[in-house]
């Protein structure tokens, strides 16, 4: 008889839980033996992989997947390898509490088309870390490379002495069996990585869940910034893996009066600026209207398929489509993200309306994400990051790397980036182990003199005022 | 590696471990008891006819691998329901177990 869908979700939960079980039992120096080296087994698997995930999912460039490879391995585990994560934490004679580590549980992770290996590795080594049993659901689109990702991390823990079963691969299952798991009782967390509906039913689910959307991310460059650096900055971050990295470029404002320095350098650095017919053109392939969510059949692509998609012609060589928008919304299809190289680009009149400009991008899909800045007055800086809500804002920065960090600044290198209230989540940090434990305080009693030495008979009389108390409150005694 | 101690007037197979039950050891030790049951004879047939028990003392031991509690429950199986239970579990042990979610089926104190 086939099994149900409840059956098979209760036998992958019940291995999780057995090897979460006997993983809470190992000490800091077992669990970090086997995050070495199942780090080192991904490490060097990181061409293969590339090329493996470049190959099924016709997504990307397989060098720029490598490096992806190498932040969700190396990077990450440089970012943990010293961290605390088993037993005692830290101890603070002064406050006598002591904090302790504990694991969290199974952790379904479901990984996206986009980049596929580099975030199974990563999820595998910060629940590994944290000595939380994983289990990864591949995107239907990358179920290969995905799997292989995780067969060669699994291989090297059990050889390091990991339990059985510490990482699971589902098959790419029905989306009924995804919802089934990420319901299931005996399941810790949901660490989701995809879009809107992804995200939204981890969150209803009824288990806690980190699910990281989708970003729109705007970028100001200030009559400060250094032009020729910031238009080769964009080109290299927007370019990356095909623009594939959802903290990419997906809008780029000026002002007037230097838009056209801006165009020009652009131009100069093999930008090709789309005329209005082949905006519309473009439009068309790339945002699908029902839903004004970017068509899957663009994401990653080089513009030279864009361009045949879209029945354009374009200067060989060229780098990135741009397209001038008058505004932001449905009626500016190409306003909303895109994970191509395609980018839109906005002149502003002054300084206060290319702000209003990069609010409304920034609330347009990619509320608490992430956004940039290129600009060489601090006053400026700290103006734009104030009103944009974003969980990162990278200055003078390529945002793809920026916001993945590890390599242009000092945020953690990760890949799930929360995005605060605004997207939903509860953090706006860059996702890490030290997200995927439970801390245990020890309080140990250490009075509170100064409550103590208050008069209390003064809280049950109705006429002592908050001056009163207050004052009763800090007098030395 | 496993002790075995049969109590022919109690019908009771006492089972006693080392202190590390990792998942090489487990394999080893699931064989042994497997032998141990199939030589006495209170201990084979048709499950709801068997009249003996069987108790895993863990005094000893202070790790136990996902594949060891497999091997409870495979032996808890092949008793009637109550006739299995785990005892002497350090408090480690006894978490592990709880964490499993099997504590009360594999009667563990």
């Given at each position: 008889m086939a099994e149900t869908l409840q059956e098979k979700a209760d036998d992958v939960l019940n291995r999780a839980i057995l090897a979460a079980a006997e993983f809470q039992q190992f000490d800091q120096a077992q669990t970090d033996h086997i995050v070495e080296a199942v780090f080192k087994a991904g490490l060097n698997a990181r061409v293969k992989l590339a090329k493996m995930a470049v190959e099924e999912t016709g997504i990307g460039i397989w060098q720029h997947k490598v490096w992806k490879n190498v932040i969700a391995t190396q990077l990450v585990y440089e970012s943990i390898k010293n961290e605390k994560t088993v037993g005692s934490i830290s101890d603070d004679p002064v406050t006598g509490i002591t904090e302790i580590a504990q694991p969290l549980g199974p952790v379904f992770a479901v990984t996206p088309v986009t980049n596929p290996t580099s975030t199974a590795m990563y999820k595998i080594l910060i629940c590994l870390k944290t000595r939380n049993p994983i289990i990864i659901s591949a995107h239907r689109g990358a179920a290969k490379c995905t799997a292989e990702a995780a067969r060669i991390c699994y291989e090297a823990a059990l050889e390091a002495g990991a339990p059985e079963d510490c990482i699971q691969v589902i098959s790419s299952g029905s989306r009924d069996f995804t919802h089934t798991i990420m319901a299931h009782p005996k399941l810790a967390l949901i660490l989701a990585t995809g879009g809107t509906g992804l995200v939204n039913a981890a969150y209803s689910s009824g288990n806690p869940a980190i699910g990281v959307g989708p970003g729109n991310v705007p970028v100001f460059i200030d009559e400060t910034a250094d032009l020729p650096f910031a238009v080769e900055s964009i080109i290299t971050s927007k370019t990356f893996d095909n623009g594939t990295i959802c903290a990419s470029e997906q809008s780029i404002v000026v002002e007037e009066k230097m838009e056209p320095q801006v165009r020009k350098e652009f131009e100069r650095q093999h930008c090709y600026f789309l005329t209005p017919e082949e905006i519309k053109k473009v439009e068309k392939i790339a945002i699908v209207p029902e839903t004004m969510s970017m068509s899957p059949?663009?994401?990653?692509?080089s513009v030279e398929t864009i361009a045949t998609k879209a029945g354009i012609t374009v200067p060989e060589g060229t780098k990135i489509l741009m397209a001038k928008l008058d505004g932001v919304g449905k009626e500016y299809p190409l306003s909303h993200e895109v994970l191509a190289p395609i980018l839109a680009y906005y002149s502003a009149k002054n300084y206060h309306q290319a702000i209003h400009l990069c609010i409304d991008l920034n609330y347009l899909g990619g509320i608490g994400h992430s956004a940039g800045i290129y600009s060489n007055n601090e006053k400026r800086i700290m103006e734009f990051s104030q009103v944009i809500n974003a969980g990162r804002i990278v200055v003078n920065t390529p945002t793809s790397h920026g916001a993945v960090g590890?390599?242009?600044?000092?945020?953690?290198?990760?890949?799930t980036l929360g995005c605060g209230t605004g997207g939903k989540n509860i953090t706006t940090e860059n996702i890490s182990a030290k997200h995927l434990i439970n801390i245990q305080r020890v309080c140990r009693r250490k009075m509170n003199d100064k409550f103590m030495s208050v008069n209390h008979a003064l809280y049950l009389d109705e006429n002592s005022n908050d001056a009163v108390l207050q004052y009763d409150y800090h007098k030395n005694h | 590696m496993v002790t075995t101690d049969y109590n022919n007037n109690e019908k009771i197979l006492t089972c006693s471990f080392p202190d590390r039950l990792d998942t090489n050891a487990s394999l080893v030790i699931g064989e042994e008891i497997n032998n141990t049951m199939g030589s006495i004879p209170e201990l084979n047939g048709p499950s709801d006819t068997i009249a003996a028990r069987i108790v895993f003392d863990m005094k000893d031991t202070s790790f136990i691998s996902s594949s060891f509690i497999r091997i409870c429950v495979a032996t808890a199986k092949?008793?009637?329901?109550?006739?299995f239970s785990i005892r002497n579990c350090d408090p480690f042990i006894k978490k592990t177990f709880k964490i499993s979610g099997l504590d009360i089926i594999l009667n563990v104190t």
């Open positions: 059949f663009i994401v990653g692509q590890g390599t242009y600044n000092m945020l953690l290198p990760s890949l | 092949k008793v009637p329901a109550g006739h």
